[in-house]
């Protein structure tokens, strides 16, 4: 019996195998030489409902979009520029680069320059932080792409990388904060691994291979990533097939790159190796300790993982509907990571697609909690579910804004904001089916 178990296991593991490699074959790699053409594929032959798409422009027009490029298992589909911007035009990834980086720590871990478990101190030398040095050695590299270094991201400029900026507030692990200093500093470890400098890395390990061109520039005490548009969407194929460039393995540590886009600490679930993750139960936003209900990006595949920069730089990646989406452009609004604009996408992006990938059901209207516009500006709308019986808004430092009880009868309220702070806010209602929770953004 033992036997049999053993074989018909490996008989499953080899047909899954198989399936995982036919399903990496379909996806098509745009050729190394970026003066060849990259195949494209009509909407119309994919059943996408083409009416939509003046739609989805011009809500990214809106939005001071400058580049929209949609991928269906790595063909393009839609591509898009605003005013004088091409498909020539270089610019700025913001934090979204920071995904690049996380390839490229994998790829040092992998190489064995580096460990996950090393103290950052092995290769900044002791005193890189303003903490004690018992607690600043407990900082290792895992601490850094994961953003629970334990240093206190609420100074003056969080981006701020000396060590009198790097102060100790909690011991590493123990806490999460979205704080850019610490991961800045991660290229100075890469650099110090590997003898290289960072650009040079960046070029050996993963632009000659897959094509991708672009610089790292240093802005402040910043280091950032730009490119073409169509470097972010190779960026973006690449990690679809697992960190495969057609048959070139580019990074074959399984285990890293499972890790890097699943939770990777129980703090922040919508976090992985500085990937942002949807479906998850539970989210944190930067500057906050607050674990906000629900994903992040409702209207997106729960399978949906991202990089996402200031100003609405984002790649988007859905492996189970094989759409890969980058958006360039300025801000839409102050927020650092812009959660709800890459749902927005979503939302449109759907709509075009002709199909629901949002990872909630859709419910009936006056099962739902309705909040328009969001982001709000001056006049926030809430339409509530029948039954409900109060509402409460709180800021995100969880400071009460409104708490109101509703009678019966009511369905509607309309709300001034023109006097909120900017930032994000939770809108609760109170139904006979429990507490019902959204966010709202107030630009």
């Known amino acids: 019996m033992e036997t049999y178990r053993s074989t018909m296991k490996h008989i499953f593991l080899f047909l899954l195998f198989l399936s995982f490699q036919a399903k990496s074959q379909n996806i098509y790699f745009p050729p190394v030489n970026n003066n060849l053409p990259w195949d494209t594929l009509s909407p119309q032959s994919l059943g996408w409902c083409t009416d ?32 004088t911007f091409t498909k020539d035009s270089v610019w700025y990834w913001a934090s979204a680069g920071k995904t690049i ?38 900082i290792t590299i895992r601490n850094q792409i994961t953003m629970t270094s334990g240093l206190d991201d609420g100074v003056p400029d969080d981006n701020c990388t000396i060590d009198t900026c790097l102060n100790y507030l909690a011991d590493a692990g123990t806490r999460w904060a979205y704080h850019n200093g610490p991961y800045t500093l991660l290229e100075k470890v890469l650099e110090n691994a590997s003898g290289q400098n960072i650009n040079v890395y960046t070029q050996q390990k993963l632009k000659s291979q897959t094509g ?62 500085l990937w942002w993750l949807n479906g998850k139960s539970s989210f ?37 509907s094989g759409i890969v989406f980058v958006r360039m452009g300025d ?34 209207r006056n099962e739902v909690l309705e909040i328009f516009p969001n982001p709000t500006k001056d006049q926030l709308n809430l339409r509530f579910p029948q039954g409900t019986t109060e509402i409460q808004i709180t800021d995100i430092l969880n400071r009460e804004i409104l708490n109101e009880k509703i009678s019966f009868e009511e369905s509607e309220k309309v709300l001034e904001t023109r006097n909120w702070k900017t930032g994000c806010y939770l809108v609760r209602c109170l139904t006979n089916k429990g507490w019902m929770v959204k966010r709202v953004w107030k630009d």
């Not at 939509?52 to 393009?76: H, M, P, R, T, W």
């Not at 994998?106 to 040095?133: C, H, M, R, V």
């Open 284 to 320: 944190m936003a930067p500057t906050s300790q607050i674990v906000f209900p629900g994903s992040y990006a409702p209207d997106a595949p729960p399978d949906m993982y991202a990089a996402i920069g200031k100003n609405g730089q984002i790649l988007s990646i859905a492996p189970s």
């Open 52 to 83: 939509k798409i003046d739609s989805l422009y011009n809500f990214l027009q809106i939005e001071k979009s400058k580049a929209f490029i949609v991928l269906k298992d790595g063909k393009i589909v839609l591509e898009k520029y605003f005013g």
């Open 101 to 138: 980086t996380s390839f490229l720590v994998g790829k040092a871990n992998e190489d064995g320059i580096l460990k996950l478990g090393d103290s950052t101190s092995k290769f900044l030398g002791t005193g890189w932080t303003n903490a004690l040095p018992n607690k600043e050695g407990k």
């Open 331 to 364: 801000a839409n609004n102050s927020n650092s990571v812009p959660f709800t604009f890459c749902s927005q996408i979503w939302k449109r992006l759907n709509a075009v697609i002709c199909q629901t990938t949002a990872s909630n059901p859709v419910l009936e």
């Open 212 to 273: 991708i061109t672009g610089s790292w520039l240093t802005i402040g005490y910043d280091n950032v990533f730009f490119s073409k548009p169509r470097s972010m969407a190779r960026f973006g194929v690449l990690i679809q097939n697992k960190c495969k460039w057609n048959n070139t393995v580019m990074l074959g540590d399984t285990a890293y790159i499972r890790q890097m886009v699943n939770t990777s600490q129980q703090l922040n679930k919508s976090y992985g190796y």
